[in-house]
């Protein structure tokens, strides 16, 4: 059930981004073997400074319910980037966060 948060520069292709990692969460073989749990949304921001200068950068959040150990967030944050990384974002920072949300707090209704 995660939420993968995409922050971005905006000249980078969300559509693009959001596939990406989707595909590597799935391959994380931590959530549902459909991806029907695993959600994806993308911000583009136009204002920005990465360090003094403007560089392109890519950040994603991935929020899971806790009790997952910390190899397997880890793991899935190793995923994540390692797919990013094969598309040939030459130049552009990129990171990653897994953060846990407390499982006795969370509600859902769909």
Known sequence: ???CVIEHSDNLDADSLVEQVFKAAL???L???DGSDIKVRAQGFKSYLTGPAKADFIHVTVKI???RTAEQKSTLADV????LAKSGYAGVSMTVDVV???????????
């Open 27 to 29: 391959a994380s073989a």
């Open 65 to 67: 319910l806790s009790g």
């Open 31 to 33: 959530f549902e073997p």
């Open 100 to 110: 846990d949300m407390d499982r006795a707090s969370y509600r859902k209704v769909i």
């Open 1 to 3: 059930m995660p939420h």
């Open 80 to 83: 994540i980037i390692a797919g």
